[in-house]
């Protein structure tokens, strides 16, 4: 019964989304309008009141389509917001010279290390969870990790160390795990 009514009216709900929605979510409104029909088979009437009864099914498939949008929009505007407000706020570190210097010594690594480096020091991982995020075993991860501390650390060392408070996170990058002060007689506080 469902497959004949698909075959029968299939076109119809399609004209009927793509004049309410977008091409894209017309496409989507027209299985979820057949996929209700075939979940509730049962309560679909006989012709000629099948076309009307899936009109009915399509219409509540685009306000859920609707307020689904009007969640994610909302959500956006929210989370957008609330970044904006939190940015705002923050100190910008990347105004600091420290910043800069740990900026230009990361862009001479290559990727690899530039992505070990900031998955230790961003994102907290341990060698063991970084060799599952880059696919490599944990000891060569290790091995990796401390040449690419090593070759950030000289590419601080070749610039005149800059005495700023605000270095955080970025001395983590070179292999410190603390939160410091930048010591210019120890280039990013030492580390391993």
């Known amino acids: 019964m469902v497959?004949?009514?698909?075959?029968?009216?299939?076109?119809?709900?399609?004209a009927y989304a793509l004049r309410r929605a977008a091409a894209a979510d017309a496409a989507d409104v027209v299985a979820d309008t057949f996929l209700v029909a075939w979940r509730r088979h049962d309560e679909m009437p006989d012709e000629p009141h099948t076309l009307p009864?899936?009109?009915?099914?399509?219409?509540?498939?685009?306000?859920?389509?609707?307020?689904?949008?009007d969640r994610r929009t909302r959500l956006h505007d929210r989370l957008r917001t609330e970044f904006i407000e939190f940015d705002t706020r923050a100190d910008r570190i990347e105004d600091t010279d420290h910043y800069r210097r740990v900026a230009a010594a990361m862009s001479t690594l290559n990727d690899d290390d530039a992505e070990l480096l900031r998955l230790t020091a961003w994102e907290d991982l341990t060698p063991t969870q970084i060799a599952t995020a880059m696919e490599l075993e944990p000891s060569a991860v290790r091995q990796r990790l401390r040449r690419a501390r090593q070759r950030l650390r000289s590419g601080l060392a070749e610039d005149q160390?800059?005495?700023?408070?605000?270095?955080?996170?970025?001395?983590?990058?070179?292999g410190q795990r603390s939160w410091t002060r930048y010591d210019p007689d120890w280039s990013c506080g030492g580390g391993s």
């Open 161 to 174: 160390p800059v005495a700023d408070p605000k270095t955080t996170a970025y001395c983590e990058l070179a």
């Open 3 to 14: 497959s004949r009514a698909y075959e029968r009216h299939a076109g119809a709900i399609g």
């Open 53 to 69: 009864w899936l009109y009915g099914v399509a219409r509540r498939v685009l306000a859920n389509q609707r307020r689904s949008r």
